[in-house]
Structures are given as structure tokens and as C-alpha cells.
């Protein structure tokens, strides 16, 4: 599979997952989340998620396990809202990256003053 066509149902599939977290999932226990990034295999039957979540490790958890408990959902969704042959085993994954940068914001501004 060519990469441009790959990196297009990446995008694609981000899209989806995103509106859907806005629009439609209303489990308590999903917090502030934002899809940073989608991987899919070449044969586009598994896409790894990547998530981040504003707030603390219980904020995480929570909704870590409410996206989990929502894959099936989430799989039936994009299977009627994407022409694709193959809907990807979904996964969703933890992207720390956001605090990871604050962190070293942070540690440069101290060494900064």
C-alpha cells in the first residue's frame, strides 16, 4: 500500500474518532480527550490511537478505561462512516508527549532564571 494512501485513512480515521468523542460518547468517565495521532497497519487491520487526556493519572485511567470499554462502538462507527474493505482492530494508547513537553518547559525556564 502506497504511504500516501495510508497516511490519508490515518487522517481519516482521526477525524472520525475525534467527532465522535465530541459527539457521541457520553460515558462519565471520559474526560477532556484529544486523538493526537493514528498509526494503521499496511493492511489496515490494526490502527493503534493515541490519546491524550487533560488532567492527573485518575483523569487517565478513567478514561483510558471508557475508551477501551467503547471500542466496539467506536470499530462500528467507523465501519458505517468509512468506505473501507477492511475496519482496523482499533487500540487506543496513552500520548504523554504533551506533558512530557511541559515538563521541559518548564525545567528550562527554571534554569532560565
Known sequence: MQGKR???VNQLIK???????QRELKDPRLG???VT???TSKDLRQAKIFV?????DEQWKGSLA?????RGFVRNWLRQHLDLRVTPEIAF???R????AARIQALLKELKE
Open 66 to 70: 471508557a475508551l477501551t470499554s467503547a
Open 6 to 8: 495510508l497516511d490519508r
Open 93 to 95: 494508547l496513552p500520548d
Open 52 to 56: 491524550s487526556v487533560l488532567g492527573g
Open 32 to 34: 477532556f480527550v484529544t
Open 15 to 21: 477525524e472520525e474518532v475525534s467527532l465522535l468523542l
Open 97 to 100: 508527549s504533551m506533558e512530557h
Open 37 to 39: 495521532e493514528v498509526e
